[in-house]
């Protein structure tokens, strides 16, 4: 069985207003708050996305397998999360807004917001091993990711024009975009509506995920997705503050230079790296990209010159690439059921990195705010992502010889 291009592009286009509002979030919500607070609270705020990615994705994704017998059941079910994210993000709007800048006000909106957003996400990715061979993983997730791009760099380059212009714009955007993309969605399915999906395996959650983890791949996959995810959610928290505080850059400076050009490497990398991986496998993809990656990382730690402008490509296409295949590698490990659970059980990993990145960072930013004094310690955000990275290799490596990968 083939799946169709179409296909692919109805159901990647969801991503683009996933990855807009959570991005819009993690990123410039940092610059609102900070004022009334400091790095580490600002990473337990945006830290607290993780929190919610360790119990919606299991949950959710365990309810979608028990009463999901068709491709119309899990759409219902999205179309659900997606009202909550969409009217958490106009709160989001409100609060800003009119609540004063308030860090309650704005940790109110943030439960709903990230308990949408995950528990979103359990039934979308779930469709992805319900809909598509595993032939065609790679591909199916290159495509999503980008339009995960798309909106990333929506958030990254238009957010911070938006946020000059009027401060909620950022918020109501994205809730408008994410109720567009979503009706893409559930319209472009809709002749799949009737279509039968693969349900539980009957053993319960727990035995069903302990099923999962039974596999060394699938748990090592987790770990090294658990680090991966530290490292992008600590970068997300704190990369406008470096510029804003460290280097005294203005957000237009960020949006303007900065983002664009981490545009043209993931630009280049999101749907190169998923066609590439079905061709010569998984890991060696992922490794060569993770290497580039973490030691790219590593540069702004130490050196903050100019120049390092022109390598900001290179290390977004190894991010890329790193945000792409993960997934796509689960879908070529997963049993035939429980597709519901294993998603959960991916976002789960991501929900332990999601918490632990920004809260460590944030640490690491006040305990080291003397060594790295010329950025009031937000250098150190690079070395600790580079180090998560660097620690992942290993879990990876064990990968290599599956054949299930290719």
């Known amino acids: 069985?083939?799946?169709?291009?179409?296909?692919?592009?109805?159901?990647?286009?969801?991503?683009?207003?996933?990855?807009?509002?959570?991005?819009?979030?993690?990123?410039?919500?940092?610059?609102?708050?900070?004022?009334?607070?400091?790095?580490?609270?600002?990473?337990?705020?945006?830290?607290?996305?993780?929190?919610?990615?360790?119990?919606?994705?299991?949950?959710?994704?365990?309810?979608?397998?028990?009463?999901?017998?068709?491709?119309?059941?899990?759409?219902?079910?999205?179309?659900?999360?997606?009202?909550?994210?969409?009217?958490?993000?106009?709160?989001?709007?409100?609060?800003?807004?009119?609540?004063?800048?308030?860090?309650?006000?704005?940790?109110?909106?943030?439960?709903?917001?990230?308990?949408?957003?995950?528990?979103?996400?359990?039934?979308?990715?779930?469709?992805?091993?319900?809909?598509?061979?595993?032939?065609?993983?790679?591909?199916?997730r290159s495509v999503e990711s980008t339009f995960r791009v798309i909106g990333v760099g929506l958030a990254l380059i238009a957010g911070g024009l938006l946020l000059d212009l009027w401060a909620p714009l950022p918020f109501v955007v994205a809730a408008v975009v994410l109720a567009a993309v979503t009706l893409v969605l559930v319209l472009g399915l809709r002749?799949?509506?009737?279509?039968?999906?693969?349900?539980?395996?009957?053993?319960?959650t727990r035995a069903a995920v302990l099923g999962l983890l039974a596999d060394p791949h699938i748990r090592n996959l987790c770990v090294a997705n658990t680090l991966w995810n530290f490292a992008l959610s600590s970068l997300r928290a704190f990369v406008v503050l470096f510029f804003t505080i460290g280097l005294d850059r203005s957000t237009t400076f960020v949006s303007g230079v900065i983002f664009p050009a981490v545009a043209v490497g993931l630009a280049v990398a999101a749907p190169a790296s998923g066609w590439l991986a079905d061709k010569v496998g998984h890991v060696p993809v992922l490794m060569v990209a993770l290497v580039g990656y973490a030691v790219g990382m590593a540069i702004p730690g130490v050196s903050q010159q100019p120049w390092l402008i022109a390598v900001i490509p290179v290390v977004a296409a190894g991010a890329a690439t790193v945000m792409?295949?993960?997934?796509?590698?689960?879908?070529?490990?997963?049993?035939?059921?429980?597709?519901?659970?294993?998603?959960?059980?991916?976002?789960?990993?991501?929900?332990?990195?999601?918490?632990?990145?920004?809260?460590?960072?944030?640490?690491a930013i006040l305990v080291f705010a003397d060594v790295f004094a010329d950025t009031h310690g937000y250098a150190v955000l690079w070395l600790v992502c580079s180090a998560a990275l660097l620690v992942s290799i290993p879990f990876l490596w064990t990968l290599r010889g599956d054949e299930r990968l290719g």
């Open 191 to 204: 002749a799949r509506w009737p279509q039968e999906v693969t349900g539980g395996s009957g053993e319960g």
């Open 324 to 363: 792409t295949l993960p997934f796509s590698v689960l879908m070529r490990l997963l049993p035939e059921s429980d597709h519901g659970t294993a998603s959960g059980l991916f976002g789960l990993s991501r929900g332990f990195g999601g918490t632990l990145g920004p809260i460590v960072t944030g640490g």
């Open 1 to 140: 069985m083939k799946a169709d291009r179409r296909l692919l592009l109805v159901l990647g286009s969801l991503s683009v207003g996933t990855a807009l509002a959570v991005t819009v979030i993690s990123t410039y919500l940092p610059v609102l708050a900070v004022d009334s607070s400091n790095a580490l609270v600002v990473g337990a705020l945006v830290g607290g996305e993780g929190l919610f990615g360790i119990v919606m994705p299991g949950l959710v994704g365990a309810y979608s397998d028990r009463v999901s017998h068709r491709v119309s059941d899990r759409l219902r079910l999205l179309v659900g999360c997606a009202v909550v994210l969409g009217g958490a993000l106009l709160a989001v709007a409100a609060v800003t807004w009119l609540g004063g800048r308030s860090v309650i006000g704005y940790a109110v909106a943030l439960v709903a917001l990230y308990a949408g957003y995950y528990a979103l996400l359990a039934p979308y990715w779930s469709l992805y091993p319900d809909l598509v061979p595993p032939d065609q993983s790679g591909r199916s």
